[in-house]
DNA sequence: TAAATAAGTTCTTAGTAAAAACATATTGGA
DNA sequence: TCCAATATGTTTTTACTAAGAACTTATTTA
């Protein structure tokens, strides 16, 4: 109401130096290294400014200094300042038959990752003992080695973003569970929760394919169905209640079926990894093969049976349509294809960049570039740890310098 | 998830005062009149330091304080701030049949609009000759009364961001004339041109219909077919090369006619103002009579001709498949219509709203509101003057103080 | 070996917003 | 009518920021 526009905040110089400080860090999280010659050059501070920055984030234990790459050019050398390599968090992601947990570093290194299957769909309750039994298990080291920022949880399901309240998860049958809370209470440790898409997609966008476009549309394809985030300034963007990035629910074939959306001809129900496994004789649980088995029909000398060439053409020819409207709607830079999308794409990459255009308007379909997602089954464990670094990398500053690790 | 992307710059002292200065401007300028207890609230600063920001602000002849309204509450009543009547902009629309120019305000009063009738499409040369006519016969009241910001120009066609050069405008036939320059040469004042369609979403985005919510989607239909923008934490969002908002291409029908962009079933081929005109049997130079005439028929007791009720239902039902993949792409909070789609919208509102929220999903449906633009004729006079005014809101301490007006 | 170049370091300075203390103007109750 | 409570404006002081100047250090190049 009084929430007129320009409700911007003022600044003030706690801003201006958490601000700096958020940046020369977040320069060395997401490159893993960087000369101070290049934050100088990067953020137009003074060198002097970030003399001082950098020796504030080292004192914090952020950060070390390290010897100046070879010279390459006159003058003196200029050091390279990196994450402290034993900066981490943990991340975790339940899932409806196993629960992974791992140990993530600053700069997205994925140090360990386990997976503990379990017998059925868990509830809150064993997530939070399975992860308290493992995070003891790593204690006696997490302590001799590490610091610990803190716990990222990725859910398959609804999360406020306010206190990780898990409000649905449809899969796993949770319901308005305090889920944030009850493994912060256990663990002793802050613990941050966010839907399993978006966590992904912001490390995709940090660490993957779209760390080089700050603005980027993502879509991935799952076998649920197709999902996807629209990337701005290098956030998720959220829309007003934080269901933006549905992009499988918009119109490619008028004579479609019924979606169970309660539409028709959705993009989600017209292309479907289901179909594909089925037109390749493979069970839901082989999904994983889906792409080696289609590569390989692809590349024999006598191409891919007709009935699978003809189901990818088609899925490729609906996928080409939807993507038309989202590049002449967003003009983007860049798409980013996950999970079986991206293999459609990586099938028949011609197939689907011509038919988006040839079907695009001529300003947007000339700047769009297409990619897969790159990070695979670290996708979700750096996630899930970029969560519990995001308050830090705001304000580091804010780091406990006691922290683990006696002194 | 908003920590620092690569290509941040940091931030120093004259940056925190510059951009405290431009919210104090900015929420003069947008709410006409502002407290300085609400500018205290708004922005969190300290009451001394607004103080210091107003007395600048006012040191530059920028606002004015007022007195206090009539006090409501205990204690002492804050002061009024309101931008300086006397600021002014000229703001400048040529078209195929007249050029128009108007003098705005600071918090976008339209002081006179002068509509210039040209016998034919006017060149470039004419259009800088006109203006400077025009502005000569204002020249004294503008020395006497006024300081005159710059000119800002609503061009209809392709005008490049950085120094306003007019790339193509179609329908005016000019092709790469750098207008800014001989227009700014002609009359020796800065100016700024933009796109005719990117300024009045912004227009309509900071005074209009989008003035409460900060994200929102604008679509406007016009003679030439369908536009629209994208408008995100209040700026319309650019894409990557300045195409992003073409929400008219995208697939609405895939039955549909072709459209000259080249696809098929587009929402610009199915849903076309001259339809419409036509089965009302008005002239396509009578658009401007198109709502009158169909909201008359739809108010008569026998309702609408069948011919136009099914028109109507049908562009209607396009117009909503189009915006529930919209709706579910970006979870928006508010949905303007501007042009004749705000008049199939006034007509039946009902129809287009429950056709929109049948078909999208749960989470966005329930969030989402739908509004017309507002600001009607005024329209590209307030966005061009805005295109004017920018530079001096975003660093009000910028401006020149001698600026026009013997002071 | 010297010059050119580029970056790190130290110290000083101008400028910022906040905070504290005080002044002022209103409401509301006794 | 007066006084307390409240909210805001004003003045002065303070802590802290980044920039800049001057100097030092480390490399390439001629």
Redesign the interface.
């Known amino acids: 109401m009084?929430?007129?526009?320009?409700?911007?905040?003022?600044?003030?110089?706690d801003?201006?130096r958490r601000?700096?400080l958020?940046?020369v860090?977040?320069?060395a999280?997401?490159?893993g290294r960087v000369s101070r010659a290049e934050v100088t050059k990067?953020?137009?501070?003074n060198r002097s400014?970030v003399g001082g920055l950098v020796a504030e984030l080292v004192d914090l234990g952020l950060v070390v200094e390290q010897e100046p790459d070879a010279a390459s050019h006159a003058g003196r050398p200029s050091a390279i300042i990196a994450p402290r390599p034993d900066i981490v968090a943990i991340a975790v992601n339940p899932e409806v038959d196993a629960v992974t947990i791992g140990l993530v570093s600053l700069s997205g290194k994925v140090l360990k990752r386990i997976r503990y299957d379990t017998a059925r769909v868990p509830t809150p309750e064993e997530v939070v003992n399975i992860v308290t039994a493992v995070v003891a298990g790593m204690r006696g080291e997490l302590e001799r080695s590490f610091r610990t920022v803190g716990v990222g949880v990725a859910v398959p399901g609804?999360v406020t973003a306010e206190d990780g309240e898990v409000v649905v998860a449809p899969h796993l049958d949770w319901h308005n569970v305090p889920f944030s809370a009850m493994l912060s209470d256990a663990l002793g440790l802050p613990v941050v929760s966010a839907n399993d898409a978006s966590a992904g997609i912001?490390a995709e966008s940090t660490f993957g394919s779209g760390r080089e476009a700050?603005?980027h549309i993502y879509l991935n394809g799952g076998a649920s169905g197709i999902g996807g985030g629209?990337v701005?300034?290098?956030?998720?963007?959220?829309?007003?209640?934080?269901?933006?990035?549905?992009?499988g629910?918009?119109?490619?074939?008028?004579?479609g079926v019924l979606c169970h959306?309660?539409?028709y001809?959705c993009l989600d129900t017209e292309v479907r990894q289901s179909a594909l496994l089925a037109a390749v004789s493979l069970d839901a649980a082989d999904s994983e093969q889906l792409e080696s088995v289609l590569v390989a029909q692809f590349a024999r000398s006598e191409g891919p049976d007709a009935a699978v060439l003809e189901l990818v053409n088609r899925q490729i020819g609906f996928l080409a349509?939807s993507l038309?409207?989202?590049v002449?709607?967003?003009?983007?830079?860049l798409v980013i294809l996950g999970g079986f999308l991206g293999t459609l794409y990586a099938v028949a990459p011609e197939l689907l960049e011509s038919g988006v255009r040839?079907?695009?308007?001529k300003?947007?379909r000339?700047?769009?570039r297409f990619a897969r997602s790159e990070l695979g089954l670290d996708l979700l464990m750096i996630g899930a740890a970029q969560?519990a670094?995001?308050p830090m990398?705001?304000n580091p500053a804010s780091i406990d310098k006691a922290l683990g690790k006696a002194s």
């Open positions: 009084d929430q007129a526009r320009p409700a911007q905040r003022g600044n003030n110089l801003d201006v601000n700096n958020a940046i860090l977040g320069l999280h997401v490159r990067v953020t137009g501070l400014t609804l912001t700050n603005d629209i701005i300034n290098g956030a998720l963007y959220p829309g007003v209640s934080g269901f933006a990035g549905e992009f629910h918009s119109l490619v074939n008028s004579g959306c309660g539409a001809g349509e038309r409207g989202t002449n709607i967003f003009n983007p830079e040839d079907r695009a308007l300003g947007p000339e700047d769009v969560l670094f995001a990398l705001a």
